[in-house]
């Protein structure tokens, strides 16, 4: 799954979430990455941490729920202040 390049994952991810989609396309719209994190980032829409895949293309990371309740907007808060860190991720495009 992380062997597919970037690109064609976006690709994947965009028709997906078309209404052209395949209704049976279950987990289509996910994108595996290998990447480097390079900190957080200040942007309009609130923080959001920025990484790297190893083919250069530079991805921002954001929490789904920006629930203060939820554990995951901590768990980026934390990963943010570990630029250089290597990770395997899974995640959904927000076009």
């Known amino acids: 799954l992380w062997e597919t390049p970037p690109a064609e994952q976006a690709a994947r991810a965009l ?3 078309s209404r ?3 209704p049976d396309g279950t987990g289509s719209d996910l ?6 994190l390079l900190g957080a980032v200040r942007e ?3 923080a ?3 990484a790297q895949c190893e083919e250069g293309v530079r991805v921002r990371l954001t929490v789904a729920d920006d629930d203060p309740a939820l554990a995951h907007r901590d768990n980026l808060a934390l990963l ?3 630029p250089g860190t290597r990770l395997r991720i899974i995640g959904r495009l927000v076009p």
């Open 15 to 17: 028709q997906s979430t």
């Open 20 to 22: 052209y989609a395949d």
């Open 31 to 36: 994108l595996f990455l290998d990447v480097e």
């Open 44 to 46: 309009p829409g609130g």
């Open 48 to 50: 959001c941490l920025l």
């Open 80 to 82: 943010a202040a570990a």
